[in-house]
C-alpha cells in the first residue's frame, strides 16, 4: 500500500539517473482537481453493442500491427479479468491512432466532450525542457482521456484490476510503460523500460486515486457476500 493510502500498481522498478521518476508536483495538483472535478458529474455509461463492437474491432487492428506484437500478452491478460475494452484503448491511445479515435468518439457520445476540451494547456508533465510543447500536451491529452474514461465507470474499471484490497494487477503497469517507451521513442528519446516504469506508475496512480475507496468498498461487500453464501 502507498504512503499516501491509495494502491500499490504491480511492483514497480528503481528509477535510473536522470530519468522522469514521477509527475512533476504542478501536474499532479491539476490533475487531481480535474479528476475531483469528473468524479462530481460521472453517470451510467449508456451501453452500446455498435460502439462495444467498433472497440473489439480497434483492437484486433491494433493487434494485428507487427510492431505492436510484444503487447498482444497483456493486453490478453487484461481482456481476461474482464477490464472494459474502452479502458484498454485509452492506454493505447497515446501511441495508436485508431485506439485514440475510438476513445474520442466514446467520450463525446457519453460526454459530450473530449480530452481536447477538457486538457489544461497549462501544466507541465516533466521538468522543464524535457519535452517539447507538442509532446508535452500529448501526454496531458492522454492522462485526461484516461481520467474521463476512468470517470464514466470507475469501480467497474478497478476492481478488474485489482487482485485485492491493497493491490492492482502489474498488467496495466507493463502495458502503460511499453506504450510510454514507444512514445518516448518516436519522440526520440531512447529510454529503458525500468527507466519509465515509476513515471508509468505515478500517471496510473494520478488517474485511479480517486476512485480507489469506492472500489475497494465494493471488492469487501463482494468479498463479504461470497462467505455469508458459502
Known sequence: MSESGGIDIGAP????????????????????????????????????????????????????????????????????????????LAVLSLIDEGSYLAVQDYLQETLQKTAKEAVDENTSILKAGTLDAESNRALIEWITRMQMVMALDPER???????????????????????????????????????????????????FEHFVAAARKRLLESKEKENDDE
Open 13 to 88: 522498478g528503481e528509477g535510473i539517473a536522470g530519468a522522469p521518476e514521477q509527475l512533476s508536483e504542478d501536474a499532479k495538483q491539476r490533475f487531481a482537481a480535474a479528476a475531483a472535478a469528473m468524479a462530481q458529474i460521472r453517470r451510467e455509461e449508456k451501453r452500446s453493442k455498435k460502439r462495444d463492437d467498433q472497440v473489439a474491432r480497434t483492437i484486433l487492428q491494433f493487434l494485428a500491427k507487427d510492431n505492436y506484437t510484444h503487447l498482444f500478452l497483456l493486453i490478453s491478460r487484461l481482456v481476461a479479468r474482464d477490464c472494459p475494452s474502452v479502458f484498454i
Open 157 to 207: 474499471i478497478l476492481m478488474t484490476l485489482m487482485i485485492d484490497e491493497k493491490n492492482i494487477d502489474g498488467t496495466i503497469l507493463q502495458l502503460t510503460t511499453f506504450v510510454l517507451q514507444e512514445f518516448f521513442l518516436k519522440n526520440g528519446k531512447d529510454a529503458p523500460f525500468e527507466n519509465i516504469q515509476p513515471l508509468a506508475g505515478s500517471i496510473l496512480q494520478t488517474v
